[in-house]
């Protein structure tokens, strides 16, 4: 019976991140995502892993139209309103991070 509690979905972690589509941009001074369900922009958390943050730099090189110019994906992520944020993250509305990249918006390979 522990073992069904231990491997069921509502234990994981990754279950309680929600999933966003929103614009995603990257540059010297940027790294944030600012989901369409609001006006608000979050820094991308520093708990984000490599992996997650190389999908990610690869969609933007490929899809953006320029420098600071944000592209649409979807992701999965946990937002941090509360943290304590320095440097160019100070000025962003939180932190996220980011589990999972679903895909570029209107792509066909968003899983």
């Keep these: 019976m522990l073992l ?6 509502a234990c994981d ?6 999933r966003y589509r929103g614009e995603y941009t990257l540059g010297h001074e940027v790294n944030t995502f600012c989901p369409e369900i609001n006006s608000q922009c979050y820094w991308l958390s520093p708990k984000t892993d490599k992996e997650i943050r190389n999908q990610l730099e690869q969609i933007y090189k490929e899809s953006s139209p320029g420098l600071y110019k944000p592209v649409c994906v979807i992701i999965a992520g ?5 943290s304590k944020r320095t440097g160019f993250a100070a000025d962003m ?3 996220i991070t980011i589990s999972r990249v679903h895909g570029e918006c209107g792509s066909s390979q968003i899983i």
């Excluded at 069904?4 to 979905?9: E, F, Q, Y």
């Excluded at 946990?78 to 509360?82: L, V």
Aim: proline share 5%.
């Design 13 to 18: 972690s990754s279950a309680v991140d929600t």
């Design 93 to 95: 509305d939180g932190l």
């Design 78 to 82: 946990d937002i941090d309103r509360t």
């Design 4 to 9: 069904l509690l231990v491997s069921s979905p």
